[in-house]
């Protein structure tokens, strides 16, 4: 993937899908600290699993809620082996240039970008489902929509208001293949996982109640 600065996490089981869907997770964007180690370990172009690795798998949260509040959301706890759940998922970051630190944003070139970059991973990976973390990529897309003739947008709405932000959903054909998408609140922080949990369990309910299986607490 030679347009990507930092390979997708593939699960080894991502393939078989969940409920015979392939769901891609789509965060917003990498960070460094400033130091040469966090500069040098940012720049690798294996980053993003070893992140997944890290934080996803091994749970070592470092400083953020966003794996252990995406855990929540798709499972219902953070009770479970971490292989369990992203041994069937593929995840990338949509923004494909390092933050300077944690409060930096993307500009809005770099959400454009970000979609041709988005474009690329999905036609490597065909995914069935993609959820985007972050609900600032949907802002973009129509202005990146007009661009492109490789795909046709089937639906593309805002739907009602969760909290103080406004979940999107969007389906696009592409090589005959239909793709959803489902744009969520950032999971990082001011984030009710109970709320967006029960929008999900109502737009995918079959992925939602295979994913409780995984919880650990309920055995």
Not at 65 to 94: I, M
Not at 125 to 135: E, M
Request: aromatic share 16%; charged share 30%.
């Amino acid at each position: 993937m030679n347009d990507l600065k930092w390979e997708p996490f593939i699960g080894k089981n991502f393939e078989i899908g969940i409920s015979q869907k392939k769901i891609l997770i789509v965060g917003e964007s990498h960070f460094h600290n400033g130091s040469e180690k966090s500069i040098k370990k940012i720049n690798k172009i294996n980053f993003t699993k070893i992140v997944i690795k890290e934080m996803a798998i091994k749970k070592e949260y470092w400083s953020t809620k966003f794996f252990q509040n995406l855990h929540r959301t798709l499972v219902g706890s953070d009770n479970f082996k971490g292989e369990n759940l992203w041994d069937y998922l593929a995840f990338y970051n949509f923004i494909q240039r390092p933050m300077e630190t944690n409060k930096e944003r993307p500009r809005s070139k770099d959400f454009l970008i970000g979609w041709n970059s988005f474009f690329y991973v999905i036609k490597e990976i065909k995914p069935d489902i993609c959820i985007f973390i972050g609900t600032s990529p949907s802002h973009y897309f129509s202005e990146f929509k007009k661009e492109r003739v490789d795909f046709k947008t089937i639906k593309f709405k805002r739907l009602d208001k969760i909290g103080n932000s406004y979940p999107r959903y969007a389906k696009i054909l592409r090589e005959n293949n239909e793709i959803e998408f489902y744009f969520i609140k950032h999971t990082s922080s001011y984030y009710s996982w109970k709320k967006w949990r029960a929008f999900l369990e109502k737009k995918i309910p079959d992925q939602i109640a295979e994913f409780s299986m995984i919880d650990e607490s309920k055995l």
